[in-house]
């Protein structure tokens, strides 16, 4: 693979981050309550004090803020929406396979043979009824290839998980695995790129998109100084109750 289509590989993840991650990010911040947060009494101040040193409204703040920000949800929106990126990637990277079940072909920049991938997000992103589905595909395809006398071996029929190692991959993978290659994380990306570090480059290249945003750090901010007000507004209003009994 060239510079310029590792680049454009690169480009195009970028845009995922920038049109649906990032977006997707913000709004569910942006939407956040202080009623939002199933707060623990016996931790909250604890975490606050833990984090930024005392437990005034906007350390109590963060506390409650910085979980969601670092989250399971950005996760979950990664994986929900990855079939954009693997679009984009099919475009730059191969070629958008119309057989039923396969994301991308691309050559091999290793042993040279074209691939026939299915791409999955991460190592613990499929469940087991996946395994039915992704077997079924990879049948589906060998027997396409004997009748149509195409030159596909059972080792030219892969899942290419996007991130993560090999040691990570779910025990639904390795039922995969021992039917059909999983490349994972590093390895799948020297396949498709011949480059051992296109992998490291690209989860790079993914924080800079927020580098380039001034935006989110503002609001951030802005998210931090909303919450410490209303904590403000519950301590003084918890306060005076207390007081009045």
């Known amino acids: 693979m060239t510079e310029k289509q590792k ?5 195009s993840g970028k845009q995922y981050f920038r049109e649906i991650i990032i977006p997707n990010h913000v709004k569910g911040l942006e939407k956040l309550k202080l009623n939002d947060f199933k707060i623990n009494p016996f931790l909250v101040n604890y975490l606050a004090a833990f984090l930024c040193g005392n437990t005034e409204p906007e350390s109590l703040a963060k506390a409650l803020v910085y979980p969601r920000i670092l989250g399971t949800s950005i996760n979950t929106s990664f994986g929900q929406n990855i079939q954009i990126f693997i679009s984009s990637l099919a475009q730059v990277a191969g070629t958008a396979s119309g057989i039923d079940g396969i ?18 997000a991460g190592p613990q992103t499929i469940n087991k009824d996946d395994i039915a ?4 595909h990879f049948k589906h395809l060998h027997n396409k290839a004997r009748l149509d006398r ?9 899942v290419g998980v996007l991130y993560g190692d090999e040691s990570e991959l779910s025990a639904h993978y390795k039922i995969i695995n021992s039917h059909y290659p999983v490349y994972c994380g590093a390895d799948f990306w020297e396949h498709l790129t011949g480059d051992k570090q296109f992998y490291h480059r690209l989860a790079k290249a993914f924080g800079e998109v927020v580098e380039e945003d001034t ?5 951030v901010k802005y998210m931090v100084n909303n919450l410490a007000t209303e904590v403000n507004d519950y301590i003084n209003t918890y306060a005076y109750t207390a007081k009045s009994a």
């Not at 195409?150 to 892969?158: A, E, F, Y």
């Not at 935006?215 to 609001?219: D, K, Q, Y």
């Open 7 to 11: 680049k454009s590989i690169i480009e």
């Open 103 to 120: 994301d991308i072909e691309f050559v091999d920049a290793i042993d040279g043979r074209r691939k026939y991938c299915q791409c999955k």
């Open 133 to 136: 589905t992704i077997l079924g």
């Open 150 to 158: 195409l030159n596909v071996q059972i080792d030219d029929m892969i």
């Open 215 to 219: 935006e989110t750090g503002h609001i």
